[in-house]
């Protein structure tokens, strides 16, 4: 079984910046491919970015790449998310997940943070 504690959501204005940790424990954390996910008010959970297990490969949403970046510390068991040039339009609950493939459906994940709360005034 895995945990994932997700913190550092919060209200911003537009062109800021905010950066999300995912906090993992309960398997060894270089194993899981680390993946971020939102959604939004009356809206389906969408992809936003993947990590592999060892951290060479990212992937990133057309919505997102560009501004967001996805990265991990394997050492500290934490996986993170930097959102740049914020716009209204990423205002969501944003869910970190962990599973066996970094892969932009929600399917291939096993494990699911509790989600935090990003707001993007305008």
């Known amino acids: 079984q895995v945990q994932l504690v997700e913190s550092g959501g919060g209200l911003v204005q537009a062109g800021g910046s905010l950066r999300l940790s995912c906090a993992a424990s309960?398997?060894?954390?270089?194993?899981?491919?680390m993946g971020w996910f939102r959604q939004a008010p009356g809206k389906e959970r969408e992809f936003v970015a993947s990590i592999t297990q060892l951290g060479f490969t990212q992937t990133y949403a057309d919505s997102v790449r560009g501004r967001f970046t996805i990265s991990r510390d394997n050492a500290k068991n934490t996986s993170f998310l930097q959102m740049n040039s914020l716009k209204p339009e990423d205002t969501a609950v944003y869910y970190c997940s962990a599973g066996g493939a970094a892969t932009q459906s929600s399917r291939a994940y096993n494990y699911w943070g509790q989600g935090t709360q990003v707001t993007v005034s305008s």
């Open positions: 309960g398997r060894t954390f270089s194993n899981l491919a």
